[in-house]
């Protein structure tokens, strides 16, 4: 009888464990993916690893079901990470955890410029022209429009994503007849990545220090806690 009522409470609680993500596994997973983007995920300089924390959350879930499905391909993170084996929980656990790190206040995580002989006028101009509306005017990003904050991106990470827009090796706003960047030279693009690679200067505040947040211990799998009272 009591593992009637324990399979049945297990069931019940089904439902409102589904519809919030489990922040400590998110930090579990974490670990792996820390390997290249830091510990915070604050990604390092260079085209491999760009910063995760804060990214929206659905914007993440998107970009890991891509990998685990071949969308996109970097074997090296597959295998690091184990994102082909992980679970849709696990995805969604670990998005959730990726989107609460807010480290933009912190001047230790302030992004620096990729190029000191860029123009920033014009790289300003070419985003406001061309990144502004989808991204924002502060480069914050807008989910309505599926559009990520470039703020606080690694410039190397932008620049690099946006020659592979160039080459048609990834889809601009998921678009595959988007063309936006075509016509944009190796400087005007290093320019426009200049120009936003100081946007994230107005958000830092002197003196503070980004900490890890305190989270409840990890819950169990409903799995695990059937097994354990059948």
Request: glycine letters at 6%.
């Amino acid at each position: 009888m009591k593992k009637i009522v324990l399979l049945a409470a297990a069931l019940l609680l089904t439902p409102l464990l589904a519809t919030a993500a489990d922040l400590a596994n998110g930090e579990r997973i974490n670990r792996n993916c820390a390997l290249c983007h830091g510990a915070f995920a604050q990604g390092a300089k260079g085209r491999l690893s760009p910063r995760l924390a804060g990214l929206p959350r659905e914007y993440l879930i998107k970009a890991m079901e891509d990998y685990r499905s071949g969308v996109r391909r970097n074997p090296t993170m597959m295998e690091t990470t184990g994102l082909a084996n992980m679970s849709n929980n696990d995805i969604e656990d670990i998005a959730a955890y990726l989107n609460m790190l807010d480290l933009t206040r912190d001047a230790r995580f302030d992004v620096r410029p990729i190029s000191m002989g860029s123009d920033l006028a014009v790289g300003e101009t070419i985003f406001m022209d061309e990144c502004k509306d989808c991204h924002g005017r502060d480069g914050r990003g807008k989910p309505n429009k599926e559009a990520p904050p470039l703020t606080g991106q690694h410039g190397e990470y932008i620049f690099s994503t946006i020659k592979l827009f160039q080459a048609k090796l990834r889809n601009h706003d998921n678009d595959p007849e988007d063309e936006t960047f075509k016509a944009y030279s190796d400087q005007q693009i290093l320019n426009t990545v200049a120009f936003i690679s100081t946007l994230d200067d107005k958000l830092v505040v002197p003196g503070d220090m980004f900490r890890p947040p305190m989270l409840p211990p990890m819950r169990p799998r409903m799995t695990n806690v059937m097994q354990a009272n059948a």
